[in-house]
């Protein structure tokens, strides 16, 4: 079945970077265009990035824009968020997401890993 | 790349049936067919229930069902059950090459 595991998250000071993994397994990871997609607490859901399977597609939301990198490593079956510049409104839960595919859609999500940002 | 517009909360009792509302934008929800819903029980992590306005994947109940009309789409959830209490939540590919979320809706099963 599918798993996505996300790892990395946790307690940091405004300003300061973050990288997020996302380990896959389940699936043909490399099929699949992935997602991060995050909730601040008690709030809804917020998509953050897409990659495309190969990497070399990427679009963001516009408030994490030159801040957030997002990439994969398909020989490793991992999805990565590269968080600089971090700011207190980044604090939220992050969900590794796989795309259905051809549905424009996350049809599998992570548990999610919190990160807080806080001096 | 506003937010799609939920209602914060819905409310209906066991066997009835209830619609959730998700306002967009011609660039959103009224441009493209690709409409989705997720339930998210608290804790948890969100789950597909309505993809493609208004297909079910294979696995959720035939007691969701998802439609649309301009720029709203909606989710009908019919003989509600007590599992049905969650948290839903629409989403839409935009004409940005983006996606957005709705603000989240609470059903309360009373």
């Known amino acids: 079945q599918v798993q996505l595991v996300e790892s990395g998250g946790g307690v940091v000071q405004p300003g300061t970077s973050l990288r997020l993994s996302c380990a896959a397994s389940?699936?043909?990871?490399?099929?699949?265009?992935m997602h991060w997609v995050r909730q601040a607490p008690g709030k809804g859901l917020e998509w953050v990035a897409v990659i495309s399977y190969d990497g070399n597609n990427k679009r963001y939301i516009d408030s994490v824009k030159g801040r957030f990198t997002i990439s994969r490593d398909n020989s490793k079956n991992t999805l990565y968020l590269q968080m600089n510049s971090l700011r207190g409104e980044d604090t939220a839960v992050y969900y590794c997401?796989?795309?259905?595919?051809?549905?424009?859609?996350?049809?599998?999500w992570g548990q999610g890993t919190l990160v807080t940002v806080s001096s | 790349q506003s937010a799609l517009t939920q209602p914060a909360s819905v409310s209906g009792s066991p066997g009835q049936s209830i619609t959730i509302s998700c306002a967009g934008t011609?660039?959103?929800?009224?441009?493209?067919?690709?409409v989705s819903w997720y339930q998210q029980h608290p804790g948890k992590a969100p789950k597909l229930m309505i993809y493609?306005?208004?297909n079910r994947p294979s696995g959720v109940s035939n007691r969701f069902s998802g439609s649309k009309s301009g720029n709203t789409a909606s989710l009908t959830i019919s003989g509600l059950q007590a599992e049905d209490e969650a948290d839903y939540h629409c989403?839409?590919?935009?004409?940005?090459?983006?996606?957005?979320f709705g603000g989240g809706t609470k059903l309360t099963v009373l």
């Open positions: 011609s660039s959103d929800v009224g441009g493209y067919n690709y």
């Open positions: 389940g699936f043909t990871f490399s099929s699949h265009a």
């Open positions: 989403s839409s590919y935009t004409s940005s090459t983006t996606w957005v």
């Open positions: 493609e306005v208004s």
């Open positions: 997401a796989r795309d259905r595919g051809g549905s424009y859609c996350i049809d599998n």
